[in-house]
Each structure stands twice: as structure tokens, then as C-alpha cells.
């Protein structure tokens, strides 16, 4: 198979091609300017055959209305799944555009059943992998289609909550510490830690832990779209996410936490000053090929930013209709130059886009496995380990932190009906209609449309639990003892519950395990 190897190539964001050489690019000298007049956008996957050409009815495929209405990062999904796809029909001889429904029927038992492959897929990746080719063959004409999500047949009994992950709070500390601080087992960092970026990866996590951002919502967000409103008892602030960075498409209200925001405002005094001051020393805003001042952004009951373009062309839009793209290119003045609106930085000062938190969260799993365990247990790939070894070392991914604080939200809104306010089971019905039972309070806070995409997607594992018979525990006024009081809980969770990670069941507690 790897003899008929298809590859992707993405299409650059403007000014991030790097150097090109004068002579051009396959006899191409403006490249840029080239893949645009033939209609590419940037975040585009370019099909290679193994033969180094471009199938140009893939080209058409990309171009189409079908395929430029989704999301940048479903292109991207679809994109890798439909490569694979690919790969396989050529080490067949098959062109794609000719597979059948046996074709599809062996490939899917290769990547779902077959004992020899060692990453067999769950159900969910499947019918991923599913939409991503059915969408390729029905825009191709392909009569029968090989592949039809919206068949029965076609799609996984087992998609339920194939990649929900959970962490308990004391378990987040510690990935946190050893994989984005750089501790060692004793707690302290490493002498040779390299903590540029610690500061923005360590507050990127608290604001998603404590709001339940998705990726891209979190990952997009401007300087002035931070909470900043707090609540009656100043613990939370309370913020907009635009409509259009979110699933739904819908603006919708979130919450986080005084202290994650603290954090993230330390990250701007900090690290992303350095690296925008850099930045405008050494000319990279000027370089860009398109920035957007922002003269302001006008409150009322919808924000509207206005912008000057470089060529003085005056703009505007509502605020929760600046897609990610548009949002790249959206500048602040500050004391010293231009500066991006975009919160999260690279090193270089310019926007960090949303999927590159994948590979930070990448990173600091590997380093929480080269830290938590053993030289013989690192040899096994993860996928081929056992689960005692996996078990020894947390892992997480940017979806984690959202699976999470929703656990947490579900555990502390429970215990408070519980506990705090002593409600009968007549009195939980009775608050259960008038503000809705914790069920319906979790699925608000995610932006969900329907409570049971809550239950089902999310929060499976622990409803089978009688949470009031865990919950029901003598309450108390004192911080130190509901602390406690959580920890315990949720440690009696992952013991009793499956996908939970609580350092309880790692190696030796870890640096972080008794603090």
C-alpha cells in the first residue's frame, strides 16, 4: 500500500506560504495568485496521486458548492478520511471513481474488523469516514453508490460516544504540570524546560476547562470578545461567542471562570506582548498580504467591528458573523504598531489557528509519557498497550476539556441541589420545572440544541450512577471540605464508571497527586 501512497497538500493562509523560488514552482512563478484565479481557498486540500499528479476531478470536487459549504476543519477530516480511502483503491487498481460497493465493503471491515490492522476504528470515526465518502461519490455521479450514510447498512451500531474522554480536575493538574509546565515526578521542572509558550498553552486550558468551548470557539476568540461582565457573585464573567465560529451557527452566551481569566490576562501582559513586539520589530504586520485595522466596535444589542483595509477601504460586520478566516486579519493599534486582535499567538507573533492546539495537546501527552512512565512501557504504541500501562499516564486532547468541565458541571450542580439547598425529591422536581433539572443546565452551558445529545454524547458513562445516593453527603460551608468532598466523588466515579481519568489509577499519583 505505501507503493500507491496518496498525499494532501493544504492550501496556505495568506502570507504563509514562506520563501518560493524565483523560478516558481513547477513552472508556476506566482503560485499564490495562480491557486486562487483556478478558485482554491485557503484551508483547501490539494489531492496528489502516487504518480505526483493532481486528479483534477478531486480539484473539481474541492471547488464545488458541496464541499465549500463546510467547515474548515470538516474539510480537513474529510479531506484525511477520503486520502485513506484513496490509498486503498489504488494499491487495489481501482480508480475511486469506479469503486464499488465491495470496494467499500472490504475497506470498511479493514479499518473497523480486521484483526490484523492494530488502529481499527470505532463506530463514530466510521460514520464520519461514511458522510465524507458519500458526499465524494453522489457530487461524482457514481450510480449505485459504493457507500451510503444514510443507509442502515451503511452505518456503525456503536457511533455512541466513541471519543468522549474525561479527566477529574486533580487529573488535569497533573497532565497540566508535567505535560505544559514541564515537572518531573518530584514536582519540580525540569532543568531543561523550555517554557516560551508555557504561559499561553496553560491559560488556553483553564478558559476551555472552565467554559467548555469547543476548539474552534476557544481557539478563534479576539482580545475584546474576553468576558469581562461578572456574575451577582464575582466567581464567573459571563461572555458572546460569534455564531459564526460555533456549530450551530448561533450566537450564544458562555461562562468562565474569574480565575481563568486571570491567567489568560497574565498571558497577554506576558508572553503574547513579547511576541508581538518582536513581531513589529522585525516588520512581520507589514508583511502581511491583508490586515484590517479596527477603528471600534460599536455595543448595542448586536456588536458591530468597523475596519480600515490597507488601501483605506472602510468596513464593518456583526461581530458573530466574522468566520475564522476573517478574523486572522483583524488588527488593534496599540502603543507600539499594529497588533492582532486574534487572543492566541504564535511565537511569532501571528495568530495560532484553531487546529494547531491538537499538536500542543500532542505534545504534552508524549511528555507526560516520557515523564509517568517506565523506558520498556514507552516502546508499545499507545493504541497496542495494555490497559494497566494506558492507565498510568493521562492523556488528553482540546475536546477533552470539554467532555469535562461538563462532567464537573453535572457533579457540583447535582451535589448542590443535594446538599446546599436540601431539596426533597418533590422540591427537585418542583426547581427541576421552573430552571430545569442539571441534565438540562449542562446542555445550556455547551450550547446544545437538545438535552439528549447531552446525555447521549457526553455523559453516558456516569448515567447509569444513582448520583443522589453519591451526592447525598453531609453539606458544609467550608471551601476546604467541598474540595475534598469533589475529589472523592469523582474518584468514586472513575472507579465505578468507564473513559473516566482520575490519578488515583495512575502510577504513584504522579506530581500532582497530593497536592
Not at 497533573?174 to 509546565?181: E, F, S
Not at 486574534?342 to 492546539?357: C, I
Amino acid at each position: 500500500m505505501v507503493a500507491a501512497e496518496w498525499r494532501v497538500e493544504w492550501v496556505p493562509d495568506p502570507g504563509r506560504w514562506g520563501p518560493l523560488p524565483p523560478e516558481g514552482v513547477l513552472g508556476v512563478k506566482a503560485l499564490p495568485a495562480a491557486v486562487a484565479r483556478i478558485g482554491l481557498q485557503p484551508g483547501d486540500p490539494v489531492f496528489v496521486a502516487p504518480d505526483f499528479t493532481v486528479d483534477l476531478d478531486l480539484l473539481d470536487f474541492v471547488r464545488s458548492k458541496d464541499f465549500r459549504s463546510l467547515e474548515r476543519e470538516t474539510k480537513r477530516n474529510y479531506a484525511t478520511d477520503i486520502r485513506l480511502l484513496l490509498t486503498f483503491l489504488s494499491s487495489r487498481g481501482v480508480r475511486w471513481m469506479a469503486a464499488t460497493d465491495q470496494d467499500l465493503a472490504d475497506y470498511r471491515a479493514w479499518r473497523c474488523r480486521a484483526p490484523q490492522n492494530p488502529v481499527r476504528i470505532g463506530g463514530s470515526k466510521w460514520n464520519r469516514e461514511a458522510a465524507a465518502f458519500t458526499k465524494l461519490f453522489r457530487w461524482a455521479g457514481v450510480v449505485p453508490l459504493p457507500v451510503d450514510v444514510s443507509r442502515p447498512e451503511d452505518r456503525a451500531a456503536d457511533s455512541v460516544s466513541a471519543r468522549v474522554s474525561w479527566l477529574t480536575p486533580r487529573t488535569w493538574g497533573l497532565w497540566l504540570d508535567v505535560g505544559l509546565r514541564g515537572h518531573g515526578r518530584d514536582g519540580v521542572p525540569a532543568w531543561d524546560w523550555e517554557a516560551r509558550t508555557e504561559a499561553r498553552n496553560t491559560s488556553f486550558v483553564q478558559l476551555m476547562l472552565s467554559s467548555g468551548l469547543r476548539r474552534q470557539e476557544g481557539g478563534s476568540l479576539l482580545t475584546f470578545e474576553l468576558p469581562a461582565q461578572r456574575l451577582r457573585h464575582g466567581r464567573y464573567c459571563h461572555g458572546s461567542v460569534a455564531g459564526a465560529v460555533t456549530r450551530s451557527k448561533r450566537d450564544r452566551t458562555f461562562y468562565a471562570s474569574v480565575d481563568a481569566l486571570g491567567q489568560v490576562e497574565a498571558y497577554m501582559q506576558s508572553e503574547r506582548a513579547w511576541a508581538v513586539r518582536r513581531a513589529q520589530q522585525e516588520g512581520r504586520y507589514e508583511r502581511l498580504a491583508e490586515m484590517r485595522t479596527v477603528m471600534q466596535v460599536t455595543r448595542g444589542r448586536q456588536a458591530v467591528v468597523h475596519w480600515t483595509g490597507r488601501d483605506g477601504t472602510a468596513g464593518r460586520q456583526r461581530l458573530g458573523r466574522l468566520a475564522v478566516q476573517e478574523r486572522q486579519h483583524l488588527f488593534l493599534e496599540g502603543p507600539d504598531g499594529p497588533e492582532p486582535a486574534w487572543l492566541w499567538l504564535s511565537e511569532q507573533g501571528l495568530p495560532l489557528l484553531p487546529d494547531r492546539w491538537t499538536q500542543v495537546f500532542s505534545t504534552a501527552n508524549r511528555r507526560c509519557e516520557r515523564v509517568l512512565l517506565a523506558p520498556g512501557e514507552r516502546e508499545v504504541g499507545r493504541q497496542l498497550r495494555a490497559a494497566e500501562v494506558r492507565g498510568k499516564v493521562p492523556y488528553a486532547t482540546p475536546h477533552s476539556t470539554r467532555h469535562s468541565m461538563a462532567l464537573y458541571m453535572l457533579i457540583v450542580l447535582n451535589r448542590l441541589m443535594e446538599t446546599r439547598y436540601g431539596l426533597t425529591a418533590a422540591g427537585r422536581r418542583d426547581f427541576a420545572l421552573l430552571f430545569g433539572d442539571p441534565w438540562f443546565l449542562v446542555k445550556t452551558l455547551l450550547g446544545h440544541a437538545d438535552v439528549e445529545t447531552t446525555k447521549r454524547h457526553y455523559l453516558a458513562p456516569v448515567a447509569h450512577l444513582q448520583l443522589e445516593s453519591i451526592l447525598a453527603v453531609a453539606g458544609t460551608d467550608e471551601q476546604e471540605q467541598e474540595a475534598e468532598d469533589l475529589d472523592e466523588i469523582f474518584a468514586r466515579l472513575a472507579r465505578e464508571s468507564a473513559g473516566i481519568q482520575d490519578i488515583d489509577a495512575l502510577a504513584g499519583g504522579g506530581p500532582a497527586g497530593n497536592r
